[in-house]
């Protein structure tokens, strides 16, 4: 375990990934249920981000209950859920799902149009990317369509290794638009805030707990907050090394929070 300088005394709060962190797929990370519980008994405030798509909210519910964590169901923020806020504050405009099915539940109050959407949706979609979607897309987006990302991260945990995410189309549909996308997740600031507001202190009185570099620790860091590096989930020691972000804390799984708190 790598430790800096950093102190919890002005930690009020505490953000956790889940994928990677506190499980990956459907392994349980040793000492996670024991963590989250000692957190729990110590009153500390604490919410649960992740950038899953594959998932409603109440399918995630359900897997971390399942699981044996200790979370409510209004402690977990997704995309979708941050997303729908969103769309509704611009007044039901019509939409264009590049979703999971099940994901797509989170937007049953707005109507659909797959021909001249107002807003594209873009999250997991699993192996269903090829030219002609992409194509279709950049051809919405440059009549006017905005596009609203779930989230840009760069790659993902399975029982297979990092697997490519939605990142890369993102970006993708950016460059050859000239339009940025709108990201509501990981490493969105906003993502960051809106959790830390819930709780009802300041970024500064929060740290995030995250397996990824760039969109949990260094989304985290811009947002105001502290970030602590678990040496589970996606953690590659060279694409640490390489990064320019600098984690406040490295700990080699949540199960070194107990000792740490």
């Known amino acids: ?44 405030p604490c919410r649960f981000l992740t950038n899953t798509t594959t998932r409603s909210l109440d399918a995630l519910y359900q897997k971390t209950t399942r699981l044996g964590l200790e979370i409510d169901r209004e402690e977990i923020f ?21 979703l999971q099915e099940n994901t797509k539940l989170e937007f049953a109050g707005f109507r659909q149009d797959d021909i001249n959407p107002d807003v ?8 269903r990317w090829n030219y002609a979607l992409m194509n279709r897309l950049f051809h919405l987006i440059m009549n006017g369509a905005e596009l609203l990302a779930l989230h840009k991260g760069r ?31 990981k490493p969105s600031e906003d993502f960051f805030r809106v959790a830390v507001e819930d709780m009802g202190i300041a970024p500064s009185e929060a740290a ?16 105001g907050l502290s970030g602590i590096l678990v040496k589970t989930g996606k953690y590659r020691e060279d694409i640490v090394a390489k990064s320019s972000v600098k984690p406040q804390l490295t700990v080699d799984s949540v199960a070194s929070l107990r000792k740490l708190l």
């Open 1 to 44: 375990m790598c430790v800096s300088k950093f102190s919890f005394d002005n930690i009020k709060g505490l953000l956790f990934d889940l994928d990677g962190v506190l499980y990956v797929e459907e392994e349980l990370v040793e000492g996670a249920v024991e963590t989250v519980s000692y957190i729990k008994s110590k009153k500390i």
């Open 155 to 185: 790659y993902w945990e399975t029982d297979r290794g990092l697997t490519l995410d939605i990142g890369a189309f993102i970006t993708g549909l950016e460059y050859a638009t000239g339009v940025t996308a709108t990201v509501v997740g």
């Open 120 to 127: 594209i949706v873009i999250g997991h979609y699993s192996d």
């Open 208 to 223: 995030m707990i995250g397996d990824d570099i760039v969109s949990d620790i260094g989304g985290a860091q811009l947002a």
């Open 78 to 98: 997704t995309p979708p859920k941050i997303a729908a806020h969103y769309l509704r504050k611009k007044g039901q405009p019509s939409l264009l799902l590049i």
